[in-house]
């Protein structure tokens, strides 16, 4: 295994163009390593993006939106005032990753590129409308988040593509999201179902709305018929129940150990409420 | 190998090592420092937990060539010479370890928290204490433990 560590995501991307093997890019490794260790991966080519300038920063953007570098760590993120404000649900997502000691090293573009569908960061990010910095032999582009997960493990990135920001919209005002997941436990497990909803607020309605699932599909979900079911209402009986029913149409999940089909098809309805819910009330805060 | 250029409890450490090489591993085989331990070896069990620029990880899943330019914290850093830590003291009067594989790791751990959290709720302590599994004692010693160190922390502080 060689390990590299480039000065620039240029750098980084020619690197892996260049790879004829395996390749992994490391940020906090939470994944990288775990797999690494288990035998699961070996890489031929490593390429360490931390010395690449910028990528441990959070910078607010002029028009109210947030770029967070690749290599910032969930617990950077918790400990960011100004972002934890702005996107609480995005924050506790990634909060929810592991326990402290993987806070401290585990990223969202991690999270992401992983490609879980039980990742929790993902589905706040897509409700949140975040996109991704991709840099590789073309260039540089923007993509949705809900552009990248391609599969259990697999994303839609290209050979010598790597992602080098995440970036939030402005917040704005009368906003606010919420992320919440379902496990059997109180803490370190892994999603049965994650849903995210980020909506916007003029007085009592719901102007706009984005809600998302995890754990319930291949990928993680953007749903936009449960955000249409939210739009133009007052968070009413009957708009949740139809955010419900849109919710539960969206799965198609797995049957295991963790969750039958019927269990997590239920529970995702019931967490999208519950995080409309949370959502709408901190819009309104 | 690579040749890394770090710092281990304040003080300057360098090492060469592998590319798939832990930063557990460096510090056990190449620095001589066992006290961080390896359990599961896969980031679960917290018993390798050092701090690195002052943030608790697990040091399994950290590569050696990472803790380049950086600031490792170990347990053998916690005591002052021979005077012990508040947190060590008292996890010796509350009787909080057996066999004692996960107790480095839960004390990194847990000085970091009182450090940012000088006065935590005893759910603080279990939730910030979740990534570091003990078999033996049991969890109630290890947090009475800490909530009296922090006490006892915030009294002299």
Same mark, same amino acid.
């Given at each position: 295994?060689?390990?590299?560590?480039?000065?620039?995501?240029?750098?980084?991307?020619?690197?892996?163009?260049?790879?004829?093997?395996?390749? *992994?890019?490391?940020?906090?490794?939470?994944?990288?390593?775990?797999? @690494?260790?288990?035998? @699961?991966?070996?890489?031929?080519?490593?390429?360490?993006?931390?010395?690449?300038?910028?990528?441990?920063?959070?910078?607010?953007?002029?028009?109210?939106?947030?770029?967070?570098?690749?290599?910032?760590?969930?617990?950077?993120?918790?400990?960011?005032?100004?972002?934890?404000?702005?996107?609480?649900?995005?924050?506790?997502?990634?909060?929810?990753?592991?326990?402290?000691?993987?806070?401290? *090293?585990?990223?969202?573009?991690?999270?992401?590129?992983?490609?879980?569908?039980?990742?929790?960061?993902?589905?706040?990010?897509?409700?949140?409308?975040?996109?991704?910095?991709?840099?590789?032999?073309?260039?540089?582009?923007?993509?949705?988040?809900?552009?990248?997960?391609?599969?259990?493990?697999?994303?839609?990135?290209?050979?010598?593509?790597?992602?080098?920001?995440?970036?939030?919209?402005?917040?704005?005002?009368?906003?606010?999201?919420?992320?919440?997941?379902?496990?059997?436990?109180?803490?370190?497990?892994?999603?049965?179902?994650?849903?995210?909803?980020?909506?916007?607020?003029?007085?009592?309605?719901?102007?706009?709305?984005?809600?998302?699932?995890?754990?319930?599909?291949?990928?993680?979900?953007?749903?936009?018929?449960?955000?249409?079911?939210?739009?133009?209402?007052?968070?009413?009986?009957?708009?949740?129940?139809?955010?419900?029913?849109?919710?539960?149409?969206?799965?198609?999940?797995?049957?295991?150990?963790?969750?039958?089909?019927?269990?997590?098809? *239920?529970?995702?309805?019931?967490?999208?409420?519950?995080?409309?819910?949370?959502?709408?009330?901190?819009?309104?805060? | 190998?690579?040749?890394?250029?770090?710092?281990?409890n304040g003080d300057p450490a360098e090492f060469l090592c592998e590319p798939r090489e832990t930063l557990l591993d460096a510090l056990r085989d190449r620095l001589d420092l066992t006290g961080a331990k390896e359990g599961?070896?896969?980031?679960?069990?917290?018993?390798?937990?050092?701090?690195?620029?002052?943030?608790?990880?697990?040091?399994?899943?950290?590569?050696?060539?990472?803790?380049?330019? *950086?600031?490792?914290?170990?347990?053998?850093?916690?005591?002052?010479?021979?005077?012990?830590?508040?947190?060590?003291?008292?996890?010796?009067?509350?009787?909080?370890?057996?066999?004692?594989?996960?107790?480095?790791?839960?004390?990194?751990?847990?000085?970091?928290?009182?450090?940012?959290?000088?006065?935590?709720?005893?759910?603080?302590?279990?939730?910030?204490?979740?990534?570091?599994?003990?078999?033996?004692?049991?969890?109630?010693?290890?947090?009475?433990?800490?909530?009296?160190?922090?006490?006892?922390?915030?009294?002299?502080?």
């Amino acid at each position: 295994m060689r390990y590299h560590k480039p000065e620039s995501f240029e750098d980084a991307s020619a690197i892996a163009v260049a790879a004829k093997g395996v390749t *992994r890019f490391l940020a906090g490794g939470t994944d990288v390593l775990v797999q @690494l260790r288990s035998d @699961l991966v070996t890489p031929d080519d490593l390429i360490d993006i931390k010395q690449i300038p910028g990528v441990r920063e959070i910078t607010p953007l002029r028009d109210g939106g947030w770029r967070i570098g690749a290599a910032v760590s969930a617990a950077e993120m918790k400990a960011h005032d100004g972002l934890r404000a702005a996107w609480p649900g995005v924050v506790e997502a990634a909060d929810l990753i592991g326990s402290m000691q993987i806070s401290s *090293r585990c990223t969202l573009v991690g999270n992401l590129c992983n490609g879980s569908p039980a990742a929790d960061s993902v589905p706040a990010m897509i409700a949140a409308g975040a996109t991704v910095t991709v840099i590789g032999p073309g260039g540089s582009r923007e993509i949705a988040v809900e552009d990248v997960p391609a599969g259990p493990g697999k994303t839609s990135l290209k050979k010598g593509e790597v992602v080098s920001a995440v970036t939030l919209p402005p917040r704005g005002a009368g906003g606010g999201d919420a992320y919440l997941r379902f496990i059997p436990r109180t803490e370190m497990d892994i999603a049965v179902v994650g849903c995210g909803v980020s909506l916007t607020r003029e007085g009592e309605r719901i102007t706009a709305a984005r809600v998302a699932l995890g754990a319930v599909a291949p990928t993680c979900l953007l749903v936009p018929a449960a955000g249409a079911a939210l739009t133009g209402s007052a968070l009413d009986d009957a708009a949740l129940e139809a955010l419900a029913k849109a919710a539960e149409a969206a799965c198609s999940p797995i049957d295991d150990k963790r969750g039958t089909v019927a269990f997590r098809t *239920r529970v995702a309805g019931v967490l999208a409420r519950r995080a409309a819910k949370i959502a709408y009330d901190r819009a309104g805060g | 190998m690579i040749h890394v250029n770090t710092t281990v409890n304040g003080d300057p450490a360098e090492f060469l090592c592998e590319p798939r090489e832990t930063l557990l591993d460096a510090l056990r085989d190449r620095l001589d420092l066992t006290g961080a331990k390896e359990g599961c070896g896969t980031g679960d069990c917290g018993a390798c937990t050092v701090t690195l620029d002052g943030r608790p990880v697990c040091s399994c899943l950290v590569l050696a060539a990472e803790a380049d330019g *950086r600031e490792v914290g170990t347990v053998e850093g916690i005591a002052r010479g021979e005077a012990l830590h508040p947190l060590q003291r008292k996890f010796i009067e509350h009787a909080a370890l057996q066999c004692g594989i996960c107790t480095p790791g839960i004390l990194v751990a847990a000085k970091a928290l009182l450090e940012k959290t000088p006065d935590p709720s005893e759910t603080e302590v279990r939730y910030w204490l979740a990534g570091n599994l003990c078999r033996c004692t049991g969890y109630d010693k290890i947090i009475r433990a800490v909530m009296d160190a922090a006490a006892e922390m915030r009294e002299n502080a």
